[in-house]
């Protein structure tokens, strides 16, 4: 994980939200690095940080309205 480039922070983030026990007693067991839930859950929480601040910011780029100009109010009604 950490040599595709996924943050430190963000494994240990999951380690302790979803598999520590210390912070909710019904958390699952971790048996592998390789369990798929577990995997999900980093990839998850990397995406949340890297890849939707990242489509944000190119959204943003365009220039304002030009969906909005693109579209008459016919087709939404």
Do not use: I
């Not at 922070?9 to 598999?19: A, F, H, K, P, T």
């Not at 949340?48 to 990242?54: F, G, N, Q, R, T």
């Amino acid at each position: 994980m950490l040599a595709s480039g996924v943050e430190l922070n963000d494994v240990l983030c999951v380690l302790r939200g979803r598999v520590d026990r210390r912070s909710f007693p019904l958390n699952q067991t971790l048996n592998s690095w390789a369990d798929q839930w577990f995997l999900k859950a980093v990839a998850e929480l990397q995406s949340k940080h890297v890849l939707v601040p990242a489509l944000v910011a190119k959204w943003l780029k365009t220039s304002p309205g030009t969906a909005a100009e693109r579209v008459s109010v016919s087709e939404v009604a």
